[in-house]
């Protein structure tokens, strides 16, 4: 028989603000975020950045006409192998413009978020 273990993970939503210039600078060897695109008024897109770097990232197409700013959640490095799942459970309570087809959960964590 055997046994699953559910792990509980609790995330504030309430992350740094940067620009998506800064990316590619002070924030380019970061790893294990949660990237939140949002204008002032309105949540546009949720991704993930898992084990490469942050500077390597690069907005999907659609945004590239959009003026927006990043919020990004760090993800301690034990939790790094869930972002897709923790990525979308945030994409959940957050309803973005656009979703995001890469995120997916198998169902073996629960994910809490705290705004």
Same mark, same amino acid.
């Given at each position: 028989?055997?046994?699953? +273990?559910?792990?509980?993970?609790? +995330?504030?939503?309430?992350? *740094?603000?940067i620009?998506?210039?800064? +990316? #590619?600078? #002070?924030?380019? @060897? /970061? !790893?294990?975020?949660?990237?939140i695109? !949002?204008t002032?008024?309105?949540v546009?897109? &949720?991704?993930? &950045?898992?084990?490469?770097?942050?500077?390597?990232?690069?907005?999907? =197409?659609?945004? %590239?006409?959009?003026?927006?700013?990043? *919020?990004? $959640?760090?993800?301690?490095? *034990?939790?790094?192998? @869930?972002? =897709?799942?923790?990525?979308?459970?945030? *994409?959940? %309570?957050?309803?973005p413009?656009?979703?995001?087809?890469?995120? @997916?959960?198998?169902? /073996? $964590?629960?994910?809490? +978020?705290?705004?």
């Amino acid at each position: 028989m055997r046994s699953v +273990i559910f792990l509980l993970l609790k +995330i504030k939503i309430k992350g *740094e603000e940067i620009l998506p210039s800064q +990316i #590619k600078g #002070k924030m380019a @060897y /970061e !790893k294990n975020a949660v990237l939140i695109a !949002k204008t002032p008024a309105r949540v546009l897109f &949720v991704d993930f &950045v898992g084990q490469c770097c942050l500077g390597s990232y690069s907005p999907p =197409p659609f945004l %590239s006409s959009k003026m927006f700013y990043y *919020e990004i $959640i760090y993800i301690p490095e *034990e939790y790094s192998k @869930y972002l =897709p799942c923790i990525a979308l459970e945030v *994409e959940k %309570s957050l309803n973005p413009l656009y979703r995001n087809k890469r995120l @997916y959960c198998d169902g /073996e $964590i629960t994910v809490l +978020i705290e705004k």
